[in-house]
C-alpha cells in the first residue's frame, strides 16, 4: 500500500496535502485493491481527500484497463 493510498483510506487529510505537495503521483492504481487513491477515499466517505485529489488531477475512473475490486458510488 502506497503512504497515498494508506491516507485516503484512513482520511487523514494532512498527509494527502504533504504528498501532493511533492507531486506523487495521484493516478498511481494499488494493485492489491485494483483502486487509485481518489477511488478509496470516496469509498472510505473521505469527500475532502476525493475533493483535493480531484483537484490535483486524480481520475475517479481511471483504472488501466482492469476491472476494479468493488463498485464504486455512482
Given at each position: 500500500?502506497?503512504?497515498?493510498?494508506?491516507?485516503?483510506?484512513?482520511?487523514?487529510?494532512?498527509?494527502?496535502?504533504?504528498?501532493i505537495n511533492?507531486?506523487?503521483n495521484?493516478?498511481r492504481?494499488?494493485r492489491s485493491?485494483m483502486?487509485?487513491?481518489?477511488?478509496?477515499?470516496?469509498l472510505?466517505?473521505?469527500?475532502?481527500?476525493?475533493?483535493r485529489l480531484?483537484?490535483?488531477?486524480?481520475d475517479i475512473?481511471?483504472n488501466?484497463?482492469?476491472?476494479?475490486a468493488?463498485?464504486?458510488?455512482?
Amino acid at each position: 500500500e502506497t503512504p497515498l493510498l494508506s491516507a485516503c483510506r484512513r482520511g487523514v487529510l494532512e498527509v494527502v496535502e504533504c504528498l501532493i505537495n511533492h507531486r506523487v503521483n495521484v493516478n498511481r492504481v494499488n494493485r492489491s485493491y485494483m483502486l487509485v487513491p481518489i477511488q478509496m477515499a470516496a469509498l472510505e466517505g473521505h469527500a475532502a481527500i476525493v475533493e483535493r485529489l480531484f483537484r490535483a488531477g486524480a481520475d475517479i475512473n481511471f483504472n488501466k484497463g482492469r476491472e476494479p475490486a468493488g463498485k464504486y458510488p455512482p
